[in-house]
């Protein structure tokens, strides 16, 4: 990229972080914040640290101390919610260095404002974490101290957007999205850069029986790897309120994708016909089925709440590609699945959010639910994928229960895919079929100790070349407060499973490993 190229793309963000920056230099903006800084320390003593079958196995201690800083706003103008943290490991045995991370920097944050009132406003995110290069492997965010099956990546995305209604009966909306996708060059995953627009023309709610929307987007793509790609889509949609709870929908459209296909139609007419039913406050359904130019398609979404459950249920059919799901995730978030759970019985927003982070801390769910290993490849892919979660809470127990299928078929040259996976494994992506469960159990033991209990199971299959890889990990955790800002755990863990030996084979092999991990986590 030359330095021409940097300095325009700088004078394009200009007017967007001039923008940022009067909204948060505004005297009313600093009010209100909340800053949580905290320090979390974890001894792990591991029998098999890299993972290694029979004799190649050996054990070691990791040190890992992570200080950290959540920091949380919520006015009318601005929302912010931010975490991140810095996570340091030592390790006992140098015989581990070679599939050892010494560090890393992890954040999640989150921010909309409006910039000008009933006209402009404006959201941003950005995120950094580690991520599995391969479906065929232990999933690299449960054991941050290795490198095996992993790469640390980095996202941002900022997007401002115009609104306006018109009277009570529609409201357009104008949207410009800049978002980027960085990665550790050792997997050859390519950095890449999007530029999207989308407008938009709806009726608001309550304006009739029939609603109706027009949509268009177009999104120019520039990879590393695989050069640059777009895609356009245009839709109109309609929807009819035959009784309050119940209505028909249908949708009507076309779809363009650029990119280097192995075959077959890259553009054409869409059509969907479904419908959309809330009986009540807490339950909807909306269901559709219809066709694209590369096949018949349906979607799904439910959501049932009680007073001490709540139940989702979704299945999509569509072409996306790696870097979408980082930039805009398409698992079942944990902390939103929780907030659902925990409205009944703590209606005020801001004690509902730290009662969530306190129980996904203790309990050691993952920031997601119901979501596959997201391997890492640089071509556009269609994905069916079905994914469901359940909630319990009662007076001492609670649990969360989640499952997953999907299967990713190839549509874009797997010649983009060669640096990243080699020419012995260029075809390992190209059709994969994933299937994957997991359970976590909560039993409160006293107002300040409790036992978590998990499992967690998942299948990969490799269409193409017959590979298959299973991975199982049990856990069984005592957590218990110390203190008012102290908090320890000491976790037992057995994992089994496949992994790929690393040297261009597509004979995986099997290992086992069991690990004894204690825990001290201060909010300072």
Not at 39 to 57: A, F, M, P, Q
Request: hydrophobic fraction near 35%; glycine fraction near 6%.
């Amino acid at each position: 990229m030359t330095t021409t190229t940097v300095e325009r793309r700088a004078l394009r963000l200009a007017p967007l972080a001039a923008a940022l920056a009067s909204l948060l230099a505004a005297p009313s903006c600093w009010a209100d914040w909340r800053f949580t800084p905290s320090l979390n320390i974890v001894e792990t003593y591991t029998d098999n640290v890299d993972l290694r079958s029979g004799s190649e196995k050996h054990s070691d201690l990791i040190s890992e101390v992570a200080p950290g800083l959540s920091l949380m706003h919520d006015s009318r103008r601005l929302k912010v919610s931010a975490q991140g943290s810095l996570r340091q490991f030592f390790y006992l045995k140098e015989a581990s260095a070679r599939n050892r991370n010494e560090r890393f920097v992890q954040y999640d944050a989150d921010l909309s404002g409006i910039l000008a009132e009933d006209l402009l406003y404006v959201d941003a995110s950005a995120s950094a974490g580690r991520q599995s290069t391969s479906a065929f492997g232990p999933r690299a965010e449960e054991r941050p101290y290795s490198n095996l099956n992993g790469t640390e990546f980095r996202t941002w995305r900022i997007s401002p957007y115009l609104m306006q209604k018109f009277g009570r009966s529609a409201r357009a909306t104008l949207r410009y999205t800049r978002d980027s996708v960085e990665s550790d060059q050792r997997n050859r995953f390519g950095d890449s850069l999007a530029d999207t627009v989308t407008a938009s023309l709806d009726s608001l709610p309550g304006a009739g029986k029939l609603g109706w929307g027009v949509n268009y987007n177009r999104q120019d793509l520039e990879q590393e790897f695989a050069g640059e790609s777009s895609s356009e889509n245009v839709s109109g949609r309609l929807r009819y309120q035959l009784v309050h709870s119940f209505a028909l929908t249908a949708n009507l459209g076309y779809d363009r994708y650029d990119y280097q296909a192995l075959g077959g139609r890259t553009a054409g007419r869409n059509w969907s016909t479904g419908f959309s039913w809330t009986p009540s406050q807490r339950t909807t359904i909306e269901a559709s089925i219809g066709r694209h130019f590369f096949g018949t398609t349906g979607s799904l979404l439910a959501s049932v709440r009680s007073r001490k459950t709540v139940w989702l249920l979704s299945y999509s059919d569509a072409i996306t590609n790696s870097r979408s799901q980082f930039t805009l995730p398409s698992a079942i978030d944990t902390a939103a699945m929780l907030d659902r759970l925990f409205l009944a019985s703590i209606p005020d927003p801001v004690q509902r959010r730290q009662a969530v982070e306190a129980y996904i801390q203790a309990s050691g769910l993952p920031p997601s639910l119901a979501d596959s290993v997201n391997y890492l490849t640089n071509r556009y892919i269609r994905q069916k994928q079905l994914q469901g979660s359940a909630a319990f809470r009662g007076r001492r127990s609670s649990a969360v229960l989640s499952a997953y299928g999907n299967e990713r078929i190839a549509l874009s040259s797997q010649e983009t895919d060669s640096a990243l996976l080699g020419s012995q494994l260029a075809s390992l992506n190209d059709n994969v079929r994933q299937y994957g469960a997991s359970a976590n159990a909560t039993y409160r033991l006293s107002q300040r100790s409790s036992l978590v209990g998990s499992a967690d199971f998942s299948r990969s299959e490799s269409i193409s070349t017959g590979l298959e890889s299973r991975q199982r990990l049990l856990r069984l955790a005592f957590n218990t407060k110390l203190g008012r800002d102290l908090r320890g755990s000491l976790e037992l863990r057995r994992r089994r499973g496949d992994t790929d030996p690393g040297n261009g084979s597509l004979a995986l092999r099997s290992y086992t490993e069991n690990a004894i991990a204690a825990t001290l986590f201060m909010q300072l």
